[in-house]
C-alpha cells in the first residue's frame, strides 16, 4: 500500500474514533489497534500525534470551508454573514468531538507549529468572513477591517466551545443555535456605527 494511501486510512479510521468515542479515543495505541497498523508505523507515517491531529483538524477546517462556500451570495450582506453563521453552528453541533479536537488543538497548542497548509486553510476561512463584512462596512479601511475580521473569528471560535458541551444547557434562555447569531448581529451593529463616526 502506498504512503498516501496509509495515510488516508489512519486519518479515517482516527476520524471515526473521535466521532463514536470522543477526543480521548485518539491515542497511538487505540488508532494502532484499530487500524491494525503497528505504533512504529503510525509514527512513520506522521512523526508524532501531534501532527496526526493537525490534519485531522485541517480536514475539520476544510470541510466547513466547504460548507462556507455554499451559502449563495445576495444583495444582502447581513442575511449572508447570518446564514454562514448559521452553517458554523450546524456544523460545529453535527461535528462536536471533531470541532473539540480542533478547539483542544488551539487552546494547547502554545509552542504549536502550524503547517502552512493548515495556516492557508485557516486563512480562507477568514476571506470568506471579510467577504461580506467588506460590503456592510465598505469605507473601513482594510488592515482594520481583517483585524475586525480575526476578532470576530475567534469570538466565535471561543464561543463555539460551549456548543460542543453541556456548560450552556442550565441557562434556560440560552439557546445554542441562536447565541453566535446574537453575537454575530451585535458585532456586526458595532462595526456599523464606529464606521459612522
Not at 501531534?50 to 462556507?68: A, E, G, H, V
Not at 447570518?82 to 460545529?92: D, G, L, P, T
Not at 468572513?129 to 473569528?153: G, H, K
Request: charged fraction near 20%; glycine fraction near 4%; charge should be positive.
Amino acid at each position: 500500500m502506498e504512503k498516501d494511501d496509509i495515510q488516508k486510512r489512519l486519518l479515517n479510521i482516527g476520524r471515526q474514533l473521535v466521532q463514536e468515542k470522543g477526543t480521548d479515543a485518539l491515542t497511538v495505541r487505540k488508532l494502532s489497534e484499530a487500524s491494525g497498523c503497528s505504533v512504529g508505523a503510525i509514527y512513520n507515517q506522521f512523526n508524532n500525534m501531534d501532527k496526526f491531529i493537525m490534519y485531522q483538524n485541517y480536514m475539520t477546517l476544510k470541510t466547513l470551508s466547504k460548507n462556507l462556500a455554499q451559502v449563495e451570495r445576495s444583495d444582502d450582506p447581513y442575511a449572508d454573514m447570518n446564514n454562514m453563521v448559521q452553517i458554523f453552528v450546524e456544523y460545529v453541533l453535527k461535528n462536536k468531538n471533531l470541532w473539540y479536537l480542533l478547539y483542544r488543538f488551539h487552546l494547547h497548542g502554545e509552542k504549536q507549529e502550524f503547517a502552512f497548509f493548515y495556516l492557508r486553510q485557516v486563512v480562507k476561512i477568514l476571506r470568506q468572513i471579510n467577504a461580506p463584512i467588506s460590503e456592510i462596512v465598505p469605507d473601513m479601511e482594510r488592515p482594520e477591517r481583517v483585524l475586525s475580521t480575526q476578532v470576530l473569528w475567534l469570538t466565535l471560535f471561543a464561543l463555539s466551545a460551549f456548543l460542543t458541551n453541556n456548560v450552556l444547557d442550565s441557562l434556560a434562555k440560552v439557546n445554542k443555535r441562536s447565541i453566535c447569531q446574537i453575537l454575530l448581529n451585535t458585532y456586526i451593529a458595532g462595526l456599523t456605527v464606529l464606521e459612522q463616526k
